[in-house]
């Protein structure tokens, strides 16, 4: 008995640690959000700049927006991906444990 206990808690610290990850790389993709939202507008850049110098100016925001979408697609990547790990972690933990559930909580139920 005294060893499911030890292995609830571990599972459950398990969690919490890889949660509070999950939860820094989302504080870092909406970082990047956050960030893109106070570069200047497209149309800031074109109102300012010549003509001739615009297009190379658009073209050059524009390969900085798409460069930081693909951070970000790999960043979402990413955290979609450690989550299936948790799902898996977890289901094999409470397997091992012999429980229904986990809780949203966090605490597992027992069968």
Known sequence: MDEIAQ???????EGEDVKAEAEEVGDEVEAL????GEQEK??????LAP???????SKTYISKLEKQLEAEKQARLKLEYEVEEMKKINAEISSKLGLSSVS???KAEKQ
């Open 7 to 13: 292995a609830e808690a571990a599972a459950i610290k």
């Open 33 to 36: 959000k956050s960030d893109a």
């Open 42 to 47: 497209p149309q800031d850049v074109l109102s």
């Open 51 to 57: 003509s001739r110098r615009s297009n190379a100016t």
């Open 104 to 106: 949203p909580s966090g």
